[in-house]
């Protein structure tokens, strides 16, 4: 049975949910592509924090991003491992350059734009924190080319289908979480 949702508040809950909940799919899904390297990510699971970030705000886009680091972690048996730190400090710079980059509701960017800045934020981010806890390794950087393509390529594909997300949410009038239809 459905809750009635009978406040704003009912509502960005259950949106805030929805979208942490789907989030944790997308990163869980993207462990089955085929990709260079099991460090390679394309970043599906932002689309969800970039929507929470333009339909319900700074704080709200954070939660989602913690609760999906969180999850897709448990899920993947990865928690509180080397790997679980790495996603979230690179989870958490990301969004963080999503925020940045989209101030106030408005951009002088497009979502592809952020998607691809917040794609280099948590590639440059790994790297950094490998960096820092490994020491220096000439052989890792040089992967430093395949991972900014990857970063790239990512971060157009997430931008592209945020933009596509929004474009019908906006069409169809959909408010997510918010207390206006």
Same mark, same amino acid.
């Given at each position: =049975? ?13 949106? =805030?949910? =929805?979208? !942490? ?7 869980? &899904? ?6 260079? %390297? ?6 599906? !699971?932002?689309? =969800?924090?970039?929507? !929470?970030?333009? +339909?319900l705000?700074?704080? /709200? ?18 928690? &509180? ?9 690179g989870a958490? %710079?990301?969004?963080?350059? &999503?925020a940045?980059? +989209?101030v106030?509701?408005? %951009? ?11 794609? +280099? ?5 790994t ?9 220096? &390794? ?19 594909l ?12 906006? /069409? /169809?009038?959909v !408010?997510?979480?918010t207390?206006?239809?």
């Open positions: =049975m459905m809750p009635s949702l009978d406040t704003p508040a009912e509502r960005r809950i259950l949106t =805030m949910a =929805m979208l !942490a909940a789907l989030a944790i799919v997308l990163h869980r &899904m993207e462990a089955l592509l085929p990709l260079p %390297s099991p460090w390679i990510k394309l970043g599906l !699971a932002n689309i =969800m924090t970039l929507l !929470a970030l333009i +339909y705000g700074l704080k /709200e886009a954070f939660i989602v991003t913690i609760v999906r680091v969180i999850g897709g972690s448990i899920l993947a048996g990865t928690f &509180m491992s080397p790997t679980f730190f790495l996603s979230a400090a958490l %710079s990301a969004t963080l350059v &999503m940045a980059f +989209y106030n509701g408005r %951009s002088p960017f497009s979502l592809v734009g952020i998607c691809v800045a917040s794609a +280099y934020a948590h590639t440059a981010t790297f950094l924190c490998v960096y820092a806890f490994l020491g220096p &390794m000439p052989g890792f950087l040089k992967l430093i080319p395949l991972f900014s393509f990857i970063a790239l390529a990512g971060g157009i997430t931008g592209l289908i945020a933009n596509g997300l929004s474009q019908k949410l906006d /069409e /169809e009038g !408010a997510l979480g207390d206006g239809n």
